[in-house]
């Protein structure tokens, strides 16, 4: 059975707002090694290209130079919803689809990716359906990030400071066991001990990716989480004393009650798994 963790169409509105999208340098590794051994046509592009656990499109929008047609996929209606939304190119579709069952015909794919949710997946079953799509040569890229912002050893940087409200943050809900777990660790883990599908594999970690939030963002990114959700559902008033204690300590930090407009500088940690059929 899939796990829907993101299913409101708040949360699918936090989710596009707030979320990290994979820095450039990541997007350029995938094409570098799919051109490595599957070239594109004469006009510098592949026909096909699938994003499954495609969210609100943050993945599939970055990939659009490179494909005749992008499928962005994921089980969540609302997200998808969101996705279509924001979709303003003519290649770019979006459907509700587990990542098991794809509604593609076989070896017509060059590149499935999976960002930040390989991990909520029966994986035997969604690299079946990896190994039914891919051309020969054809490319599965998995990657993702740390939930929260690297912490330096900087102790008195304001934006330091900041990160760690949302490290906090993080902790508290796995405190209270709102975080899925082992899914949790097994992202954390840069997935270590992943099982890649075919035999010739890359592996890239500590991929950085610097982003500029306000207050606020920071405060939407929180609420984009599945955890904070979860709380919502099963406790509303707790949810909002959560966020409120957060608002609290950012207002501390920053000495000031306008918290929301202010910018913060903080840096993701992305890694990066890929492997040719």
Same mark, same amino acid.
């Given at each position: 059975?899939?796990?829907?963790?993101?299913?409101?169409?708040?949360?699918?509105?936090?989710?596009?707002?707030?979320?990290?999208?994979? $820095?450039?340098?990541?997007?350029?590794?995938?094409? !570098? =090694?799919?051109?490595?051994?599957?070239?594109?046509?004469?006009?510098?592009?592949?026909?096909? @290209?699938? #994003?499954?656990?495609?969210?609100?499109?943050?993945?599939?929008?970055? /990939?659009?130079?490179?494909?005749?047609?992008?499928?962005?996929?994921?089980?969540?209606? @609302?997200?998808?919803?969101?996705?279509?939304?924001?979709?303003?190119?003519?290649?770019?579709?979006?459907?509700?689809?587990?990542?098991?069952? /794809? $509604?593609?015909?076989?070896?017509?794919?060059?590149?499935?990716?999976?960002?930040?949710?390989?991990?909520?997946?029966? &994986?035997?079953?969604?690299?079946?359906?990896?190994?039914?799509?891919? %051309? $020969?040569?054809?490319?599965?890229?998995?990657?993702?990030?740390?939930? =929260?912002?690297?912490?330096?050893? #900087? *102790?008195?940087?304001?934006?330091?400071?900041?990160?760690? %409200?949302?490290? !906090?943050?993080?902790? #508290?809900?796995?405190?209270?066991?709102?975080?899925?777990?082992? @899914?949790?660790?097994?992202?954390?883990?840069?997935?270590? #001990?992943?099982?890649?599908?075919?035999?010739?594999?890359?592996?890239?970690t500590g991929i950085k990716c610097?982003?500029?939030?306000?207050?606020?963002?920071?405060?939407?990114?929180?609420k984009s989480w599945s955890a =904070? *959700?979860?709380?919502? !559902?099963?406790?509303?008033?707790?949810?909002?004393?959560? /966020?409120?204690?957060?608002?609290?300590?950012? !207002?501390?930090?920053?000495?000031?009650?306008?918290?929301?407009?202010?910018?913060?500088?903080?840096?993701?940690?992305?890694? &990066?798994?890929?492997?040719?059929?």
């Amino acid at each position: 059975m899939p796990i829907q963790l993101f299913e409101s169409e708040n949360h699918a509105s936090n989710y596009a707002l707030a979320r990290p999208s994979p $820095p450039k340098l990541l997007i350029d590794s995938i094409v !570098k =090694y799919l051109q490595s051994g599957l070239p594109s046509n004469k006009n510098g592009s592949w026909t096909q @290209a699938v #994003d499954v656990g495609a969210g609100s499109g943050q993945t599939t929008f970055l /990939i659009k130079d490179y494909f005749d047609q992008i499928l962005g996929v994921d089980i969540s209606a @609302a997200q998808i919803g969101e996705a279509n939304k924001r979709n303003t190119y003519p290649n770019i579709s979006f459907k509700v689809s587990r990542a098991e069952s /794809i $509604p593609l015909s076989d070896e017509s794919v060059s590149l499935v990716t999976a960002s930040q949710c390989l991990h909520w997946f029966d &994986l035997k079953a969604f690299y079946n359906e990896v190994d039914r799509l891919l %051309v $020969p040569g054809g490319v599965f890229a998995a990657f993702g990030y740390f939930v =929260y912002p690297i912490i330096s050893m #900087d *102790n008195c940087s304001v934006d330091n400071k900041l990160a760690q %409200v949302i490290k !906090k943050a993080y902790t #508290d809900l796995e405190e209270m066991g709102y975080w899925e777990q082992p @899914a949790m660790k097994f992202l954390h883990s840069n997935y270590v #001990d992943l099982k890649l599908p075919f035999d010739d594999c890359v592996r890239i970690t500590g991929i950085k990716c610097p982003v500029t939030y306000s207050g606020q963002k920071c405060l939407d990114y929180i609420k984009s989480w599945s955890a =904070y *959700n979860s709380l919502v !559902k099963s406790n509303p008033e707790k949810a909002k004393l959560f /966020i409120d204690e957060a608002v609290g300590r950012m !207002k501390n930090i920053l000495n000031c009650e306008d918290i929301y407009s202010i910018q913060i500088n903080l840096t993701f940690e992305f890694f &990066l798994l890929m492997s040719r059929k």
